[in-house]
């Protein structure tokens, strides 16, 4: 079977593919009923992809397969009405479906239940996805650009007159087509907090390069210092503003030019950038407002600049004055972290390796290099007042010279502001955290996933406190059936400690709802067993909730290990009672993946009673 249908377009199998693509998507339409939501011929596009653009394997498909193709490969290449887009999905569904019932269904994949599982709970966002211009490559970008997305053409004049718009756009319009299509897809960011004015200034005082600034000031003070025929500093004044400005390179002996100090020249460049300073008739003077610029005005310039000349490397020739036009991938990478990392610790060595881990295989003397240049990015960071360093250490490295190693690392306001306006510039924007004073219970619930779990917690501590209907306000919030399961239950594990003694008239809030089943196993845990007692196929309900979030965060081996020990057998030969969507899903994983064979065995058996019951996968 895996011979018939794996397929390698790549060594000429192209009429082997056709063939076996055609058999499919014939047996699917023979099979299919005549409620199928779309055509057949919606399988055949993703037997495409997976020929084309992934391992050849047509009947073999895992979730990540599967997620690749509809949220990824889709949205940037597939041109589909959004009205058409949820019978495409639930086509595609049934496909597997069908693989399935035929005994096509590859065995190194997912199953049929887990598939159209996913199919059937993703549809929303598939066509969110497929609806999102940033998300089209080019050719979909100038079909929807032309009107030809949501009506498609139907005839040969339909064709040749959406030819005749794409033909007469605008230039500047169908540059910003192509350049939308060339950029990378947005990043889910997590919400942050914008720092306050008066703590942003008061960072922006206590930065190492504001004294530093000052003082090529006070050097440069009338008559000023005198200059090069190249307009650098002559050695001897170099030298004594390397010990006054403590750059690090009094070991710099035998050199020729001051343009050798690699961070005094830096600094100089910095300094006539942001106008401390500037060359005139041959010397370097004192700009004389600069003393009249306020702390916070002065920061921005000299940040500005600092990034125009380079943080990671040194730009010798600026692509332009401006800061989203001079930063570097790794550089944008590390004020990700400082834009998202306020008040907060943060590992350095984590940080540079995830960072580096990006582009370079760990191990090589590459990686190596990027992973002291990362390094040395965050002390200009540090530097410039964007964080503060403590622990860093130093150790001899293979060359024969020092690298920094240890350390962790916290932003200061002045750094996220800063961070918040490069990247924003450069198309990264955050969602702003809501003040918990203020914000709603909803926007409180949505916030869960996206922040750090005691962030949260004291949040909803603080919200908490200030809202007189927070029992109901929340219980509303938490039943909204559209929320995600994990961030409901990541709610109920942090709400006694933020809610107190409402918590459980909150919880009991939830039951006879879509989480009637966690809520009555939480009161339980908690003493209250009343609703289990009143309704004992609650807890089976509960358990399926658990292991369908174990398994949409973490595959299905967590799934598996997070099976009760102590009754796993007895909850899988009941479980077929239960009344949630994702039983079959649930009981299909535990009966391909469960070590324990006579486990598995008694997931297949319960299983095939769920089908019988409800009419599922065959």
Request: charged share 25%; hydrophobic share 45%; net charge negative.
């Given at each position: 079977?895996?011979?018939?249908?794996?397929?390698?377009?790549?060594?000429?199998?192209?009429?082997?593919?056709v063939?076996?693509?055609d058999?499919?998507?014939?047996?699917?339409a023979?099979?299919?009923?005549?409620?199928?939501?779309?055509?057949?011929?919606?399988?055949?596009?993703a037997l495409?992809?997976?020929?084309?653009?992934?391992?050849?394997?047509?009947?073999t498909?895992?979730?990540?397969?599967l997620?690749?193709?509809?949220?990824?490969?889709c949205?940037?290449?597939?041109?589909?009405?959004?009205?058409?887009?949820?019978?495409?999905l639930?086509?595609l569904?049934q496909?597997?479906?069908?693989?399935?019932?035929?005994?096509?269904?590859?065995?190194?994949?997912?199953?049929?239940?887990?598939l159209?599982?996913?199919?059937?709970?993703?549809?929303?966002?598939?066509?969110?996805?497929m609806?999102?211009?940033?998300?089209?490559?080019?050719?979909?970008?100038?079909?929807?650009g032309?009107?030809?997305l949501?009506?498609?053409?139907?005839?040969p004049d339909?064709i040749?007159?959406?030819?005749q718009r794409?033909?007469?756009?605008?230039?500047e319009?169908?540059?910003?087509?192509v350049?939308?299509?060339l950029?990378?897809?947005?990043?889910?960011?997590p919400?942050?907090?914008r720092?306050e004015?008066e703590?942003?200034?008061?960072?922006?005082?206590e930065?190492p390069?504001?004294?530093?600034?000052?003082?090529?000031?006070a050097?440069c003070?009338?008559?000023?210092?005198?200059?090069t025929?190249?307009?650098n500093?002559r050695?001897a004044?170099?030298?004594?503003?390397v010990?006054?400005?403590?750059?690090?390179?009094?070991?710099?002996?035998e050199?020729?030019?001051a343009?050798?100090?690699p961070e005094?020249?830096?600094?100089?460049?910095?300094?006539?950038?942001?106008?401390?300073?500037?060359?005139r008739?041959?010397r370097?003077?004192a700009?004389?407002?600069?003393?009249?610029?306020?702390?916070?005005?002065?920061f921005?310039?000299?940040?500005?600049?600092?990034?125009?000349?380079g943080?990671?490397?040194?730009a010798?020739e600026?692509?332009?004055?401006?800061?989203?036009h001079?930063?570097?991938?790794?550089?944008v990478?590390?004020?990700?972290?400082?834009?998202?990392?306020?008040g907060?610790?943060i590992?350095?060595?984590e940080v540079?390796?995830?960072?580096?881990?990006?582009?370079?295989?760990p191990?090589?003397?590459?990686?190596?290099h990027h992973?002291?240049?990362?390094?040395?990015?965050?002390?200009r960071?540090e530097?410039?007042?964007?964080?503060?360093q403590?622990?860093?250490?130093t150790e001899?490295?293979?060359?024969?010279?020092t690298?920094?190693v240890?350390?962790?690392l916290?932003?200061?306001?002045?750094?996220v502001?800063?961070?918040?306006?490069?990247?924003?510039?450069?198309?990264?924007r955050?969602?702003e955290?809501p003040?918990p004073?203020?914000?709603?219970?909803?926007?409180?619930v949505?916030l869960?996933?996206?922040?750090?779990p005691e962030?949260?917690?004291?949040?909803?501590a603080?919200?908490?406190?200030?809202?007189d209907?927070?029992?109901?306000a929340l219980?509303?919030?938490?039943?909204?059936?559209?929320?995600a399961?994990?961030d409901?239950l990541?709610?109920?594990?942090?709400?006694?400690?933020?809610?107190?003694?409402?918590a459980?008239d909150?919880?009991?809030?939830?039951?006879?709802?879509?989480?009637?089943?966690?809520?009555?196993t939480?009161?339980?845990?908690?003493?209250?067993?009343g609703?289990?007692?009143?309704?004992?196929?609650?807890a089976?309900?509960?358990?399926v909730?658990?292991?369908?979030?174990?398994l949409d965060?973490?595959?299905?081996?967590?799934?598996?290990?997070?099976?009760?020990?102590d009754s796993?057998?007895?909850?899988?030969?009941e479980m077929?009672?239960a009344e949630?969507?994702?039983?079959?899903e649930?009981?299909?994983?535990?009966?391909r993946?469960?070590?324990?064979?006579?486990?598995?065995?008694s997931a297949?058996?319960s299983?095939?009673?769920?089908?019988?019951r409800?009419?599922?996968?065959?």
């Amino acid at each position: 079977m895996a011979g018939r249908f794996q397929i390698d377009v790549e060594s000429g199998d192209d009429e082997r593919f056709v063939a076996a693509r055609d058999e499919l998507v014939d047996g699917f339409a023979a099979w299919a009923p005549s409620s199928l939501p779309g055509s057949p011929e919606d399988a055949g596009v993703a037997l495409d992809w997976k020929a084309h653009y992934a391992d050849g394997d047509l009947v073999t498909w895992s979730i990540a397969d599967l997620g690749e193709f509809a949220l990824d490969w889709c949205p940037r290449k597939l041109s589909l009405p959004s009205r058409d887009c949820p019978a495409f999905l639930a086509t595609l569904g049934q496909f597997f479906v069908y693989l399935a019932s035929r005994g096509l269904l590859g065995a190194g994949g997912a199953g049929p239940e887990q598939l159209s599982s996913w199919c059937a709970r993703h549809v929303n966002r598939f066509v969110a996805e497929m609806c999102d211009p940033a998300n089209f490559g080019m050719a979909k970008g100038l079909f929807a650009g032309v009107g030809g997305l949501e009506n498609p053409p139907e005839s040969p004049d339909e064709i040749e007159a959406m030819i005749q718009r794409a033909r007469g756009l605008e230039p500047e319009a169908f540059d910003d087509i192509v350049r939308g299509s060339l950029a990378p897809g947005p990043l889910d960011l997590p919400p942050v907090a914008r720092p306050e004015p008066e703590d942003i200034e008061a960072a922006a005082a206590e930065a190492p390069i504001l004294a530093q600034m000052a003082t090529w000031h006070a050097s440069c003070a009338d008559p000023g210092l005198a200059l090069t025929q190249k307009g650098n500093l002559r050695l001897a004044d170099a030298r004594v503003l390397v010990r006054e400005l403590g750059t690090g390179e009094e070991y710099a002996t035998e050199i020729r030019s001051a343009q050798e100090l690699p961070e005094l020249d830096w600094q100089m460049r910095v300094a006539l950038r942001s106008r401390v300073v500037r060359r005139r008739k041959g010397r370097l003077l004192a700009v004389a407002t600069w003393t009249k610029t306020g702390v916070r005005e002065a920061f921005d310039r000299v940040a500005d600049a600092a990034a125009v000349e380079g943080l990671l490397h040194p730009a010798s020739e600026p692509e332009s004055g401006e800061v989203a036009h001079n930063l570097e991938g790794e550089t944008v990478e590390l004020l990700l972290v400082v834009a998202s990392g306020g008040g907060r610790e943060i590992d350095i060595e984590e940080v540079a390796a995830a960072v580096v881990e990006e582009s370079y295989e760990p191990g090589s003397w590459v990686y190596d290099h990027h992973l002291e240049l990362v390094r040395e990015c965050l002390d200009r960071f540090e530097r410039l007042g964007l964080i503060q360093q403590d622990g860093v250490s130093t150790e001899r490295n293979r060359l024969g010279g020092t690298r920094h190693v240890a350390g962790r690392l916290r932003p200061t306001a002045a750094g996220v502001a800063t961070a918040l306006r490069w990247l924003d510039a450069v198309g990264l924007r955050f969602p702003e955290l809501p003040d918990p004073a203020s914000a709603t219970a909803g926007e409180l619930v949505d916030l869960v996933g996206s922040v750090g779990p005691e962030t949260w917690q004291e949040m909803l501590a603080v919200w908490f406190s200030g809202h007189d209907d927070a029992v109901g306000a929340l219980t509303g919030a938490l039943r909204d059936e559209s929320r995600a399961p994990v961030d409901v239950l990541s709610v109920l594990s942090v709400l006694e400690t933020a809610a107190g003694a409402a918590a459980p008239d909150i919880v009991r809030g939830l039951l006879g709802g879509r989480w009637d089943g966690v809520a009555a196993t939480w009161l339980a845990d908690r003493g209250d067993t009343g609703p289990l007692e009143e309704k004992p196929a609650r807890a089976l309900v509960a358990t399926v909730e658990l292991l369908a979030v174990e398994l949409d965060g973490d595959g299905a081996e967590a799934m598996v290990a997070a099976l009760p020990s102590d009754s796993v057998g007895s909850a899988l030969d009941e479980m077929w009672r239960a009344e949630h969507p994702r039983v079959g899903e649930v009981l299909e994983v535990a009966g391909r993946h469960h070590p324990d064979k006579t486990i598995a065995k008694s997931a297949r058996r319960s299983l095939v009673k769920w089908r019988s019951r409800s009419g599922g996968v065959r």
